[in-house]
């Protein structure tokens, strides 16, 4: 149990487009979800946590009207990567929190974006 | 604000090798401490986690402590193997519902 599922594993983009990552809790529901962003031989850094119904909030440094996080529902969490550019291309990846807190996060597997 | 450090950054061994890597934070009122095997371009695998009353989590050739008042846990594995051979990220939460504060990893090589 306890799967989270994340879409695209990768993707390739042009400077200038918008990307949208999928982050789904397949057999729990999560009222939380939090984003990450790992540049090459870097650690993990939270980027944004993202709370059903609610708007998400940001990491100091993450532009919100660059990285739309969306959480309509107790199951789904989008981050759209808008006007993309080069150096937005990194990996991210999403972890969800059981509804309830007190348990351990579980992580989608990732997205690795390229944007040209 | 919470940090996590993770030493050594990489670590080549010959098969076989027991070895230990370790990890160190500076607030140490966690909740919990997990470490993670992340392979290249992939996603990361829950290897342990040490909730904040426990010392100690073994599974199969790993096993991992926690010395919460120290802020250090160590991952020890034993009898290494090729396909250990990944980055081991620690990663410390300070409640329940908090996010992951992750270290940069260690990168092991292990050599037939």
């Known amino acids: 149990g306890a799967v989270v599922s994340q879409h695209p594993s990768r993707v390739i983009c042009k400077s200038g487009t918008s990307v949208k990552i999928e982050c789904r809790s397949l057999?729990?529901?999560?009222?939380?979800m939090f984003w990450y962003r790992q540049f090459p031989k870097q650690s993990l850094m939270l980027m944004a946590t993202?709370?059903?119904?609610?708007?998400?909030?940001?990491e100091q440094g993450v532009e919100k009207d660059k990285f739309l996080i969306n959480h309509a529902s107790l199951t789904l969490s989008t981050l759209t990567v808008t006007s993309a550019h080069p150096e937005d291309s990194s990996f991210y990846i999403c972890?969800?929190?059981?509804?309830?807190?007190?348990?351990?996060?579980?992580f989608g597997n990732g997205t690795r974006l390229t944007v040209t | 604000k919470q940090e996590v450090t993770q030493i050594p950054a990489a670590l080549s061994v010959p098969e076989g090798e027991n070895l230990v890597l370790n990890c160190s934070f500076t607030d140490s009122a966690i909740y919990n401490l997990q470490w993670f095997r992340q392979d290249p371009g992939k996603g990361l695998t829950s290897l342990l986690l040490i909730q904040s009353s426990q010392r100690e989590q073994t599974s199969g050739r790993l096993n991992a402590s926690l010395d919460k008042s120290s802020g250090r846990s160590t991952l020890y594995i034993a009898a290494s193997q090729p396909g250990d051979s990944a980055t081991y990220l620690c990663?410390?939460?300070?409640?329940?519902?908090?996010?992951?504060?992750f270290g940069k990893g260690t990168r092991l090589s292990v050599i037939a």
């Open positions: 990663a410390v939460s300070n409640s329940g519902n908090t996010p992951l504060v």
């Open positions: 972890s969800a929190l059981r509804t309830g807190g007190n348990s351990p996060l579980h």
């Open positions: 057999d729990f529901q999560a009222t939380t």
């Open positions: 993202s709370n059903e119904g609610s708007k998400a909030t940001y």
